[in-house]
């Protein structure tokens, strides 16, 4: 399994310089298609490594960086265009870890700009970016209203010159799930920064993450998520009270499962190992199934998160009616 091999070689750098031709091909594959190719060059910098990977990650660095540049960018805009309204945007993901300079955003690729709005405040919100140059990108009328009354975000929008999109959250999980987070203390918690942003505590952003990964989806691009609590582990575990902070915060948000789940596999694939259930080997193989040419494997497991990530954002008759309804609109646009 080549997941295995980059999960490998980003817990253990050194592990880089023993492959052969076909190992390297392998690593930068798996890499590429997980989005973590980034990561890897800040990791494999200063290690011997073949020319032409060299290459391979000095291009990844360096699109990282200009992704980076433009994240930041595309934050300021966001406050431009939200502070006068006094609305406290709360940065998300890779561009709250880049804005913070943490050691997650080394290499992270990052696409579009997540923040975190209040949700009383959110057609507020709604109104100052369309007056500034934001648009929606799914104009169809079904997918207005599902977002709109289901989900836990605006409909995406993006910038008309920038072409940059942005998603703007009032909550960490969909409406509809099983679990339902405190957005407002959330929000409260938030970190400012000296441009005018927020961003979560550090604690704040392992929840979210875990919530992300395990709560939220089918673990599509999972092991980049795995991979910002390790860096986040890291940087701040050293804390002798940061995972009571990490506890109490995971059990305010109803999240405590997920996010103790987060910290075994983050353990077992990249650190020292722990002990793992039944069930989170089935994480593991849904996590690493890649094979030398970066392609997905193990199709079945595939579908099964895939069909677990829709149980877990609706109720078994919304789901039905959901799917149904984009089966035949899918059908009808052919």
Avoid at 252 to 272: I, K, M
Wanted: aromatic share 6%; proline share 5%.
């Amino acid at each position: 399994m080549s997941g295995a091999l980059l999960a490998a070689v980003l817990r253990d750098p050194a592990r880089a310089e023993r492959l052969d031709a076909a190992g390297w091909t392998a690593l930068l594959g798996v890499a590429r298609a997980e989005q973590l190719i980034g990561s890897l060059a800040w990791r494999l910098d200063g290690l011997a490594k073949p020319a032409a990977a060299c290459g391979i990650l000095a291009d990844a660095r360096a699109a990282a960086e200009h992704g980076r540049t433009a994240a930041l960018w595309e934050a300021e805009m966001a406050r431009r265009a939200l502070g006068p309204a006094g609305i406290p945007v709360v940065l998300l993901k890779g561009t709250a870890f880049v804005a913070t300079g943490l050691s997650a955003g080394q290499g992270r690729q990052i696409g579009d700009l997540d923040i975190l709005v209040p949700r009383d405040r959110i057609d507020e919100a709604e109104s100052a970016l369309l007056t500034a140059g934001w648009e929606w990108v799914k104009p169809d009328p079904y997918d207005d209203i599902y977002y709109r009354r289901w989900m836990h975000e605006l409909p995406p929008l993006i910038h008309h010159e920038r072409d940059r999109m942005i998603d703007v959250h009032h909550t960490i999980l969909p409406l509809t799930a099983r679990i339902t987070p405190d957005a407002a203390a959330l929000i409260d918690s938030r970190v400012a920064l000296s441009n005018g942003l927020f961003v979560l505590p550090p604690e704040g952003m392992i929840v979210h993450a875990a919530a992300h990964l395990l709560a939220d989806g089918d673990l599509q691009g999972g092991l980049r998520n795995l991979w910002d609590i390790r860096c986040l582990l890291d940087e701040f575990g050293e804390d002798a009270t940061f995972l009571d902070r990490l506890a109490a915060c995971a059990a305010q948000h109803g999240l405590t499962r997920e996010v103790q789940r987060a910290l075994r596999l983050s353990a077992h694939l990249f650190g020292d190992g722990g002990r793992l259930t039944v069930a989170d080997r089935l994480y593991v193989r849904r996590l690493l199934a890649r094979d030398g040419w970066g392609q997905p494997t193990r199709k079945l497991i595939e579908l099964a998160f895939y069909l677990r990530g829709h149980w877990l954002r609706m109720p078994p008759l919304m789901l039905a009616r959901h799917l149904w309804t984009k089966w035949r609109k899918d059908k009808e646009a052919r």
